[in-house]
């Protein structure tokens, strides 16, 4: 009995590192995939399409400023009011996003794909980065940056996250105004569009195939 109680603690010890493991791996994949559409379609053409990446993109164009050392930063400082204001397991959650996100921005070269047509790049780089975040988001996990807000407000105040977080992108593609014209903002709305509607398109594709 002992022998057999052993082996199942055992079996089950593997299965769960397994679990966790292929979960990691999937999550690698998702956040390179936000990286790729960052590095190779969106800085290439200095378009933010909101959140923490599309402010450093903003100080790439205007500052030169490496994407994704500006992400890091962003994140830890969001890492850091996370861990003052919401529960221990979601920032321990959004720590993981948060580090891995700008070591994959750091090692995915910046290459302009499709350099002869902005419009084309854009709608590329928001349907990968919407499946990107599609994944992240049936993992119950997150790449950090602009998301923690949203949660605080959430918490302290009732308002719905997404309403926070519309907010949030939509100063950030403002800011494509200030940095560059007006195209440059109509192609950020659009992306922000586009990856809403990749993200969902994604999660129904997903749902159907689980039936």
Known sequence: MLQKY???IVISMKNKKQRLSSKLLIMLVALELIAVSLNMFFEPHSIAAGGATGIAILLQAGWKIPTFISVLVINIVMLVLAYLHLDRQTTIKLALGSFLLPLMLFIT??????????????????????????ILYALNMSSGGTTVPPMIIHKNFGIEKYISLFIIDALVCLGNLA???LISFSLAVMSVGISSLSIKGFTFFRKRIAQ
Do not use: Q
């Open 6 to 8: 052993i082996h199942d």
């Open 109 to 134: 070269p910046v290459i302009n794909l499709i350099p002869n047509n902005r419009v084309i790049s854009i709608i590329v780089g928001s349907i990968i980065f919407g499946i990107g975040l599609a």
């Open 179 to 181: 940095l560059g014209d």
